[in-house]
C-alpha cells in the first residue's frame, strides 16, 4: 500500500462521510468552516519545519516507492495529512459545538506554568538518544499550548467533558491507522530514537503526537467558540 492509498482510505473516506454526516445535520456553520480553515493553516505552517526537521534527521523514514514525491523533506502526501487530520478533528468538534457553552477568556499564569512542565520534560529526554522523539514532540508542543492554557484555561476546563469523548475516540482511531501504516512499511519510527515502549507494534511516542494534535485544534476551536460568542 502506498501512502496516497493509506490517505484516502484511513483519512479521506471517513472525512468526507462525517463531513456529510455534520452538513446534514447542519452543524458545520459559517463560523465553524472559518475556525476549522483559521486552525488548519496554522497547522501547516507551525508543523511543516517540524516534520522536515525529524524526517532529515532520520527520525522518521519513508520507504523508496511509497510516496509521491517530497516538499523539502516531507512527502506531499504528508502535508495532506496534516491538513486533512485538523479538519476531520474541527468536522467532529462541529457535531458537539452546540452544546459547548463557553464566554470570554481570561489570563491565566497558572496554564502557561502547567504547559512548561511538559516543554521541561522534553528538554530532559533529549538528553538521551532514546528519548528524542518524545522530547521533540513535547518542546514542539509546548508553545501552542501555552498560548492556549494562559489565555483560556477555565474555558477549556469547563467544556472538556463535552468535547473530551472525540478527543480520546479520534485519537484512538488514528494510533490504530498509523499501527497498519507502520505495519505495512508505509513509514517507520527509527528505534534509536525512541524509547521502546510500545502498545503492539505502535510507539508510544506517536499515541502521544495524535493525543496532543487532536488537543491543539479541539482547545483551539473551543476558544475560537468563546471568542466570538462575545461578539
Do not use: H
Not at 516534520?51 to 519513508?62: A, R, V
Not at 492554557?149 to 479520534?170: E, Q, V
Request: hydrophobic letters at 50%.
Amino acid at each position: 500500500m502506498t501512502y496516497l492509498e493509506f490517505l484516502i482510505l484511513f483519512i479521506g473516506i471517513p472525512f468526507v462521510a462525517i463531513g456529510l454526516w455534520a452538513y446534514k445535520k447542519q452543524c458545520l456553520n459559517q463560523k465553524n468552516i472559518l475556525g476549522i480553515g483559521i486552525i488548519s493553516v496554522i497547522a501547516l505552517v507551525y508543523t511543516t519545519p517540524w516534520d522536515n526537521y525529524l524526517i532529515m534527521e532520520n527520525i522518521w523514514s519513508y520507504p523508496t516507492g511509497v510516496v509521491l514525491a517530497t516538499i523539502g523533506y516531507v512527502p506531499i502526501e504528508e502535508y495532506g495529512f496534516m491538513v486533512m487530520q485538523t479538519m476531520f478533528a474541527g468536522v467532529l468538534w462541529s457535531l458537539v459545538s452546540n452544546k459547548v457553552d463557553v464566554t470570554g477568556l481570561s489570563f491565566s499564569w497558572k496554564g502557561i506554568v502547567s504547559s512548561m512542565i511538559l516543554g521541561i520534560l522534553g528538554a530532559y529526554f533529549l538528553s538521551k538518544e532514546s528519548g528524542t522523539y518524545s522530547g521533540l514532540i513535547m518542546i514542539w508542543a509546548f508553545p501552542p499550548l501555552a498560548i492556549q492554557w494562559g489565555i483560556g484555561a477555565r474555558t477549556l476546563i469547563s467544556s472538556f467533558k463535552t468535547w473530551m469523548p472525540i478527543w480520546a475516540g479520534f485519537t484512538l482511531y488514528l494510533c490504530l491507522a498509523d499501527a497498519y501504516a507502520i505495519s505495512e512499511g508505509i513509514w517507520t519510527i527509527t528505534p534509536a530514537t525512541r524509547s521502546g515502549i510500545e502498545v503492539g507494534i505502535l510507539p508510544i511516542e506517536e499515541a502521544l503526537f495524535f493525543a496532543l494534535t487532536n488537543l491543539f485544534v479541539l482547545q483551539g476551536l473551543c476558544l475560537w467558540q468563546a471568542w466570538r460568542n462575545k461578539e
